[in-house]
């Protein structure tokens, strides 16, 4: 799988433009949006759906947030289990994350 992905369509061209000066992966951060606008979750299928790619790729972009504690995952009774896993972010820890990065950046 490639690290850097084209823009996405749909994606502003201001917004494409800061994911290339950061060198960022333009998937990661397409799921990762993706994640923000769908508060109450969502599964690896819907996601791709949305974002036009495979779920697979969603998967392995999703597992990395998961362990890095920015993505939880949940089952439809709450508990993770069997297919319908559904996995949210938590949108504090995203911008916690966002902010270091910014510090680190800048010199601080």
């Not at 392995?60 to 939880?72: F, N, P, R, Y």
């Not at 319908?84 to 910014?102: C, F, K, N, T």
């Amino acid at each position: 799988m490639p690290r850097i992905y084209e823009p996405f369509p749909g994606q502003p061209q201001e917004a494409a433009k800061a994911l290339s000066v950061f060198n960022a992966n333009t998937l990661r951060a397409a799921v990762i949006r993706d994640l923000a606008q769908h508060l109450d979750g969502d599964t690896t299928g819907n996601i791709a759906k949305r974002i036009g790619v495979d779920y697979r790729q969603v998967y392995a972009h999703i597992k990395t947030l998961e362990a890095e504690g920015l993505v939880s995952a949940a089952g439809e009774a709450g508990a993770r289990s069997g297919q319908r896993v559904h996995y949210s972010i938590d949108l504090a820890r995203l911008r916690a994350q966002g902010l270091i990065y910014m510090r680190y950046l800048s010199g601080e």
